[in-house]
């Protein structure tokens, strides 16, 4: 399946006007729900103590390496949008607890991947399999996995489960289909987008339907926030792919043509492989399919990324998914809360700049 390599300037992806708003969008989140975050966060350090010393010291080197809860916070808002209010499990709010859980799920799989992807970097620090090893990271992992699945047997929603561990396994699914499709450049962009939505939209979607859910909200609103995150999970990962190609180190946390030099399949280099000519099309096919890489070809790589605008492209798609996102919200009031999730989803594009 071919995929077309043209696209608006990327300077377009936002009106200059919505700058100061867009770039403000997490810190203004944060601040709706400051208080549920500051419970989420002591959760977190809480329920990541063990008797076991090294699950703690390789959980203190995640927390300094921050990260912007983004996950947790989108189950936080997403049940104050629906009027949620005080219901407890395990002694804190519903909802403070299953954003515990949220960025847990999301924090194992981190740990899991960075083994697989032999990565060195996470977050702008040494990735924890770096400075513990690859073992310790994977049971961590397995630890946090587990923490996970006990607190969303504390809810004592058979919902809730259901959702959070069906998110779970298809996380998991995403990962493996993508180390299937690994190297692989005559896979179609539906597959690459099964990928992504997989790997990363399907979190982003189940934490903000069990905000719904805490809150016993009707279909129609539990559905609306699935889609609103499945929509800014889809466009936060395309922006990722875009940045692997276009940001510095120091933006990005991680090392910059680590998916090139992976042989991952994303949308710059699929949009690239098809738009090339001959010459261009044996490079790519040396360099992602057959691994056989040299110094100067991350370079190399970077200019013909540049030559079709794959950027651009991708990173057009990633603001339609943003817009896709925000009309979700639509079957909501016009509120502080709703106004900054969409702000959320311009964000997700935005942060590429």
């Given amino acids: 399946m071919g995929v077309v390599a043209s696209s608006p300037d990327t300077d377009m992806i936002l009106p200059p006007s919505d700058a100061e708003g867009v770039e403000g969008a997490l810190s203004g989140l944060i601040a709706l729900v400051q208080d549920d975050l500051t419970l989420c966060n002591q959760a977190i350090i809480d329920r990541m103590d063990s008797q076991v010393p090294l699950i703690p010291q390789l959980a203190a080197h995640i927390v300094a390496a921050g990260g912007k809860r983004l996950r947790p916070l989108l189950t936080l808002a997403s049940a104050r949008l629906c009027g949620f209010d005080t219901a407890l499990a395990g002694g804190v709010p519903r909802h403070v607890h299953l954003a515990a859980c ?3 799920i999301h924090t194992a799989t981190l740990l899991h991947d960075d083994v697989v992807d032999e990565s060195r970097m996470r977050r702008g620090m040494a990735s924890a399999n770096a400075v513990f090893g690859n073992n310790a990271s994977v049971l961590v992992g397995d630890f946090l996995f587990a923490r996970a699945f006990q607190l969303m047997v504390e809810d004592g929603s058979l919902q809730v489960l259901a959702i959070l561990s069906k998110a779970a396994a298809t996380i998991a699914e995403g990962e493996v289909l993508q180390l299937a499709t690994q190297n692989d450049l005559e896979t179609p962009e539906s597959r ?4 992504i939505e997989g790997k990363t939209a399907s979190l982003f979607a189940a934490a903000c339907q069990v905000g719904a859910v805490v809150a016993a909200r009707p279909a129609e609103e539990e559905q609306a926030l699935y889609d609103y995150g499945m929509s800014l999970g889809i466009a936060f990962q395309l922006t990722d792919d875009a940045l692997d190609y276009a940001a510095d180190q120091r933006k990005l946390g991680k090392t910059v043509g680590d998916d090139f030099r992976e042989g991952k399949i994303t949308l ?47 990173l057009e798609r990633a603001r339609i998914m943003a817009e896709k996102a925000k009309r979700a919200l639509d079957i909501f009031p016009d509120n502080p809360l709703r106004r900054s999730l969409c702000a959320v989803a311009d964000y997700t594009v935005w942060r590429a700049r």
Avoid: N
Wanted: charged share 35%.
């Fill in 192 to 195: 690459y987008l099964e990928v």
């Fill in 102 to 104: 949220v960025e847990f």
């Fill in 268 to 314: 710059p280099v699929l949009a690239a492989f098809h738009a090339g000519d001959a010459e261009e099309k044996r490079f790519w096919q040396r360099t992602i399919g057959e691994s056989d890489q040299t110094e100067d070809d991350l370079e190399e790589a970077l200019r013909l990324i540049a030559r079709h605008d794959t950027i651009g492209l991708t």
